[in-house]
């Protein structure tokens, strides 16, 4: 609607008449930013001593690793006393449930994932961008997963994603990807017609349990309809040069920049509002360092890269205007680990930190604070030496550990996902506004 003047008059004859307020009059409220989240996982969590503060509140002291990222206190919030409940005692294996907090008690191979934060939040902007959600990763597998549990192939090279993102397919390769589209579609007609015919011959639980399947058949065809309408729209012109890829797998913190780089040239560009990258998996050696200074020195060095190109990422979103605001006003940004440290491999007080989208942050939220007085010691040991040794015991879930799927409640709710809780989560995070 075109709005119109309040000083604008009725005229004719020589008789004026004055119109009174009308909502046509009233300035063009500026469209809200679309929402976004991505979600990065790194496998061997972080020392605690650099990483957690044994402060809480909103004038807690940054704790070493977090001292590159002081000039955005402001926009970050730092969460302990997360876990994934059922998920093992320690194990590399939980990086399967990293995103999803499907239980994992035994780390068999008998796993029965489910969907993970990011996809749960894609799905409600199906549609809307060219690519619903991106799985990305560095080292490592993938951390997305589908709603029947089924992992994500991830995108490991920036070139294929700068690909993705900004080169034309060719005649051939269109016309392929719409026979791909189209055979999709016919398959499921076929299995949608045998479906119904077993109607007649089941129980009336067993045609609840085929509508089930039938509504997801649906969704599927919803989003063959989707994708079919975005192949013939041309992508957006490419901003800078296709970057080459890093064969070193040593290169941890370069690897890292270069698929932030892409990252955010996939949010400016809104080519997608859900992305998830796994990181950082080459310091596996240095993880278990067992205390010894030298190796503890150089694990904490490598964690402190991880954190710098962390910063970047914020700096980057930060400095992108969309209308009155800014891209991390809009982006949630959250990073997390399957285990609180890789010389423990322990599963629970997991290092967890939210920045930007919308949420009050500048805080340190603290849910298990004995954990603290653990940490505290770390940094400065008793004058008497007797350093009190914490216990490899699970913490209890809703007395001294929270579900981290509680921080995937809340980041699904602000980014307008109607979901009251999230995988195991008891609800949205206490504390967290």
């Known amino acids: 609607m075109k709005p119109i003047s309040r000083r604008l008059l009725l005229q004719s004859t020589g008789i004026a008449l004055g119109l009174p307020m009308l909502e046509s009059m009233l300035p063009a409220a500026p469209a809200a930013a679309p929402r976004r989240m991505i979600c990065i996982g790194v496998p061997f969590g972080f020392e605690p001593s650099a990483f957690v503060p044994v402060t809480t509140g909103r004038g807690y002291a940054l704790p070493s690793h977090l001292t590159h990222l002081a000039d955005f206190r402001d926009d970050f919030t730092i969460i302990s006393g997360l876990s994934h409940p059922n998920t093992g005692g320690g194990g590399h294996k939980a990086e399967a449930v990293m995103l999803t907090g499907a239980p994992y008690p035994d780390y068999s191979h008998n796993l029965k994932n489910t969907i993970s934060v990011d996809q749960a939040f894609a799905t409600k902007y199906r549609g809307e961008t060219r690519y619903e959600s991106l799985a990305l990763t560095t080292q490592g597998q993938s951390l997305s997963v589908t709603a029947n549990g089924v992992s994500i192939p991830a995108i490991g090279q920036p070139s294929a994603l700068f690909k993705k993102l900004f080169l034309a397919a060719t005649s051939a390769e269109m016309d392929a990807e719409m026979r791909r589209i189209d055979e999709g579609r016919s398959m499921l007609d076929f299995v ?5 015919s077993l109607n007649r011959q089941i129980s009336s639980a067993d045609r609840q ?9 649906r969704d599927v065809e919803r989003q063959l309809k989707m994708t079919r309408e975005w192949v013939n729209r041309p992508k957006p012109k490419p ?32 080519s997608t509002r859900a992305v998830s990258l796994m990181t950082f998996g080459m310091h596996h050696d240095l993880s278990h360092h ?32 969309e209308g009155g605001s800014t891209l991390l006003d809009s982006t949630m940004v959250m990073m997390t680990s399957n285990l609180r440290d890789g010389n423990t491999h322990w599963t629970y007080n997991l290092p967890a930190i939210l920045a930007g989208g919308g949420f009050r942050h500048g805080q340190h939220l603290a849910f298990n604070r004995p954990y603290l007085e653990e940490v505290k010691q770390e940094i400065a040991p008793p004058a008497d030496g007797k350093k009190v040794n914490p216990e490899k015991k699970i913490p209890l879930m809703g007395r001294d550990q929270q579900p981290l799927c509680n921080l995937y409640t809340s980041m699904l709710q602000k980014g307008g996902v109607e979901i009251e809780r999230f995988g195991t989560a008891t609800g949205p995070l206490e504390g967290l506004a």
Do not use: W
């Not at 949608?192 to 119904?196: S, V």
């Not at 349990?209 to 058949?217: A, K, Q």
């Not at 904490?300 to 400095?319: D, H, R, Y």
């Open 209 to 217: 349990r085929v509508e089930e399947y039938f509504e997801s058949v």
């Open 192 to 196: 949608g017609d045998r479906a119904k």
């Open 290 to 321: 067992g205390k010894e200074p030298k190796k503890l020195a150089a694990c904490q060095q490598v964690e402190a890269e991880l954190i710098q190109v962390f910063t970047g990422l914020l700096a980057k979103l930060k400095n992108a205007k």
């Open 239 to 270: 901003v800078g040069t296709e970057p080459k890829d890093i064969a070193d797998n040593q290169q941890q913190k370069a690897k890292f920049q270069l698929m932030i780089d892409m990252i955010h040239l996939a949010l400016v560009t809104d």
